[in-house]
């Protein structure tokens, strides 16, 4: 299970570690040493891995694979020739050397232009003398975290961010906690907003500041607090009772009355805490996670102890809180007769080239308006469909709606690829790449003109299954995109195992591209990285013209976000395309 440590909630930019804090020290000998006593050294000592050669020239690197490889005659080295031999015979010529204080990410985007084939590489002091070696699965091991690190965390407090908090969920049921003994506590702040507007934002961000540092204190270090975004907070609990989750939430409430210190503004607040356990799961729709179930449940809880006072907690017992779990239900009960009946819609967001300064592609974002259920934000109804089975027959009927409207715009003149989002549930069963091909032919339009957009998560990294529909349907020239790229599971190294041609960056990222340094770097090395592998670069969620600056001089390829338009139906997005291209 993943270490959920509490951090400080000041520590709101993560460090990048560099070679110098990871690496392993290694025994030094000079390039002129005969090569007996090392080769000796190496068979005395199973786990040496290494040793640092000290040269008339730069620093090397002979480790054992080498060593094992130039002795064993394949090479037309040869055992015979070892009592002859010194060190400097059988180095490699141009090894790669690593700087001590380079950092992860520029280590990883080196080991990748250089092919990355060796096991371990050199780290060197300024002055060319050894460090030690560092082990390259090491290297993007590490980049993985940290870039989890920041994608699981909010950036304004430090504290585990609402996809924190599910993973523990899952992590939690998965290790086998039960899950009646979970308990969630849903938190707002009541009057925030009033700060906000009277004493500024930058007072406000120092009131959720010292918020959250009260909160990481209440709850026990095995408990996680987290930031579910503007004045709400959320607090997991396992291990634990009715009785025990009422006293925490109590404790906050307390802890929220004390005033708050903001320079010369002495501010006093109060919370609200809606309270859910895990015994009220069996009133729940089966079809969420514990997590999900908790969460919506403790926030009805705390909607309505808003409503009858403030400054208080309150139980999902009461009947006005069940409206979440209806409405899911109602989703679920109207959504094939949308699907059958055409009553859905997509709409079509368009994709910026930047290298070309043209948009030649759109993406497909699924719409619906029910006369009884108002606008469905699609990923409320995705969710829904996810967990009812439903997802099979609206994918289909996304899919055909694609390829007819790229079929379309083709007759009308316009050779736009459509890309189409698809489910981990639609990749977990086999026959996707048959469908997506079937619809293409169907509609008769070349397979460029189809992407897919697959999303990182365990459900598609796991499976095999999913690599080879992944690979067939890029054989056949249909581009895979990585979607929301740096919020879940993803590491640079798996990228180069997976069958897709373009990454996408997911906007919680991007979002702060333009002021937070952290960020910047993070995206810098990731566009990098992916260069190097061959992938192209989409940014998502771009809305400023700071953020289009910055990703152009990063050497991003494609950009999409607000700022470059809109999703809108498909007449209205016709229009849009060459608006934008006159702006941008
Ligand atoms: P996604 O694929 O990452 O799509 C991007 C989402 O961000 C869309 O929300 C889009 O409207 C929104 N967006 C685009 N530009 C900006 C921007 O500049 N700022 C902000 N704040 N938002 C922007 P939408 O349409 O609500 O879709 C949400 C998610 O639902 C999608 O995320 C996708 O995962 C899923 N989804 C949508 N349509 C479909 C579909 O047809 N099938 C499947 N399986 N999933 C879909
Ligand atoms: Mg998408
Ligand atoms: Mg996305």
């Given at each position: 299970?993943?270490?959920?440590?509490?951090v400080?909630?000041?520590?709101?930019?993560?460090r990048?570690p560099?070679?110098?804090?990871i690496?392993?020290?290694?025994?030094?000998?000079?390039?002129?040493?005969?090569?007996?006593?090392?080769?000796?050294?190496?068979r005395?000592?199973?786990?040496?891995?290494a040793v640092?050669?000290?040269g008339?020239g730069?620093?090397?690197l002979l480790?054992?694979?080498?060593?094992e490889?130039?002795?064993?005659g394949r090479?037309?080295?040869?055992?015979?020739?070892?009592?002859r031999?010194?060190?400097?015979d059988?180095?490699?010529?141009d090894a790669l050397?690593l700087h001590?204080?380079?950092?992860?990410?520029?280590?990883?985007a080196?080991?990748?232009a250089?092919?990355?084939a060796e096991?371990?590489?050199?780290?060197?002091?300024?002055?060319?003398?050894p460090?030690g070696i560092?082990?390259?699965?090491?290297?993007?091991?590490?980049?993985?975290?940290?870039?989890?690190?920041?994608?699981?965390?909010?950036p304004?407090?430090?504290?585990?961010?609402?996809r924190?908090?599910?993973e523990?969920?899952?992590?939690?049921?998965?290790?086998?906690?039960?899950?009646e003994?979970m308990?969630?506590?849903?938190i707002?702040l009541?009057?925030?907003k009033?700060?906000?507007d009277?004493?500024?934002?930058k007072?406000?961000d120092?009131?959720?500041?010292?918020?959250?540092?009260?909160?990481?204190?209440?709850v026990?270090?095995?408990?996680?607090a987290g930031?579910?975004?503007?004045?709400e907070f959320?607090v997991?609990?396992?291990?634990?009772s009715?009785?025990e989750?009422?006293?925490?939430?109590?404790?906050?409430?307390?802890?929220?009355?004390?005033p708050?210190?903001?320079?010369?503004?002495?501010?006093?607040?109060?919370?609200?805490?809606?309270?859910?356990v895990g015994?009220?799961l069996?009133?729940?729709?089966?079809?969420?996670t514990p997590?999900?179930?908790?969460?919506?449940?403790?926030?009805?809880?705390?909607?309505?102890?808003?409503?009858?006072?403030?400054?208080?907690?309150?139980r999902p017992?009461?009947p006005?809180?069940?409206?979440?779990s209806?409405r899911?239900?109602?989703?679920?009960?109207?959504?094939?007769?949308?699907?059958s009946?055409?009553?859905?819609?997509l709409?079509?967001?368009?994709k910026?080239?930047?290298r070309t300064?043209?948009?030649t592609?759109?993406?497909?974002?699924?719409?619906?308006?029910?006369?009884?259920?108002?606008?469905?934000?699609?990923g409320?109804?995705?969710?829904?469909?996810?967990?009812?089975g439903?997802?099979?027959?609206?994918?289909?009927w996304?899919?055909r709606?694609?390829?007819?409207?790229?079929?379309?715009?083709?007759?009308?003149?316009?050779?736009?690829?459509?890309?189409?989002?698809?489910?981990?549930?639609q990749?977990a069963?086999?026959?996707l790449?048959?469908?997506?091909?079937?619809a293409?032919?169907?509609?008769?339009?070349p397979?460029?003109l189809l992407?897919?957009e697959?999303t990182?998560?365990r459900?598609?990294?796991?499976?095999g299954l999913a690599?080879?529909?992944?690979?067939?349907?890029?054989?056949a020239?249909v581009?895979?995109?990585?979607?929301?790229?740096?919020?879940?599971y993803?590491?640079?190294?798996?990228?180069?195992?997976l069958?897709?041609?373009?990454?996408?960056?997911?906007?919680?990222?991007?979002?702060?591209?333009d002021?937070?340094q952290?960020?910047?770097e993070?995206?810098?090395?990731?566009?990098?990285?992916?260069?190097?592998?061959?992938l192209?670069?989409?940014?998502?969620g771009?809305e400023?013209?700071t953020?289009?600056?910055?990703l152009?001089?990063?050497?991003?390829d494609?950009?999409?976000?607000?700022?470059?338009?809109?999703p809108?139906?498909a007449?209205?997005?016709?229009?849009?395309?060459g608006?934008?291209?006159?702006?941008?």
């Amino acid at each position: 299970m993943t270490d959920y440590a509490l951090v400080v909630p000041d520590m709101t930019t993560i460090r990048v570690p560099t070679l110098r804090e990871i690496s392993t020290r290694v025994p030094e000998v000079s390039a002129s040493d005969p090569l007996r006593p090392v080769e000796r050294a190496f068979r005395d000592d199973p786990h040496l891995r290494a040793v640092a050669v000290i040269g008339p020239g730069d620093t090397a690197l002979l480790t054992r694979l080498r060593l094992e490889t130039m002795l064993s005659g394949r090479l037309g080295f040869g055992r015979a020739l070892l009592s002859r031999a010194r060190v400097c015979d059988i180095l490699e010529e141009d090894a790669l050397r690593l700087h001590a204080e380079l950092s992860l990410r520029d280590a990883a985007a080196e080991i990748l232009a250089r092919g990355g084939a060796e096991e371990d590489v050199l780290v060197v002091e300024d002055d060319g003398s050894p460090l030690g070696i560092v082990a390259v699965s090491v290297v993007f091991r590490e980049v993985g975290t940290v870039f989890r690190e920041v994608a699981l965390r909010d950036p304004l407090t430090g504290l585990p961010n609402r996809r924190m908090l599910d993973e523990r969920g899952a992590d939690l049921v998965a290790a086998g906690v039960d899950p009646e003994r979970m308990a969630v506590l849903y938190i707002d702040l009541d009057g925030f907003k009033q700060v906000n507007d009277t004493l500024g934002h930058k007072a406000g961000d120092e009131l959720l500041l010292s918020f959250a540092a009260r909160l990481a204190r209440a709850v026990r270090p095995a408990d996680l607090a987290g930031r579910l975004g503007g004045d709400e907070f959320a607090v997991l609990l396992h291990d634990t009772s009715e009785a025990e989750a009422s006293a925490v939430a109590d404790r906050i409430v307390q802890l929220a009355l004390e005033p708050f210190d903001l320079g010369e503004h002495h501010v006093q607040l109060s919370a609200t805490v809606g309270i859910a356990v895990g015994t009220d799961l069996a009133a729940f729709t089966a079809s969420l996670t514990p997590l999900d179930a908790l969460l919506q449940q403790a926030d009805a809880a705390m909607l309505y102890a808003k409503r009858s006072g403030k400054a208080r907690t309150g139980r999902p017992s009461e009947p006005a809180a069940s409206g979440a779990s209806e409405r899911r239900a109602l989703i679920r009960q109207r959504l094939p007769e949308a699907i059958s009946g055409d009553l859905l819609r997509l709409h079509y967001q368009p994709k910026l080239d930047l290298r070309t300064g043209t948009i030649t592609s759109v993406e497909a974002l699924v719409r619906w308006t029910d006369p009884e259920l108002g606008a469905v934000p699609a990923g409320e109804l995705v969710e829904v469909a996810e967990h009812t089975g439903q997802i099979r027959s609206l994918g289909d009927w996304v899919l055909r709606t694609a390829c007819a409207q790229a079929r379309a715009w083709l007759d009308a003149g316009h050779a736009w690829s459509v890309a189409i989002n698809i489910s981990p549930l639609q990749l977990a069963a086999p026959g996707l790449s048959a469908a997506v091909l079937a619809a293409i032919d169907a509609a008769g339009i070349p397979t460029r003109l189809l992407q897919v957009e697959v999303t990182e998560s365990r459900a598609v990294l796991d499976e095999g299954l999913a690599n080879a529909e992944l690979r067939e349907l890029e054989a056949a020239g249909v581009t895979v995109h990585l979607d929301d790229f740096g919020t879940g599971y993803s590491s640079l190294a798996m990228l180069r195992r997976l069958p897709v041609s373009t990454l996408k960056i997911d906007q919680s990222i991007v979002e702060r591209i333009d002021s937070d340094q952290a960020d910047a770097e993070l995206i810098a090395g990731v566009i990098n990285a992916a260069h190097i592998l061959g992938l192209s670069v989409i940014a998502e969620g771009v809305e400023r013209r700071t953020q289009l600056e910055r990703l152009r001089t990063l050497d991003c390829d494609i950009v999409q976000g607000y700022l470059i338009g809109r999703p809108e139906s498909a007449a209205d997005v016709v229009p849009l395309i060459g608006g934008a291209l006159a702006t941008l």
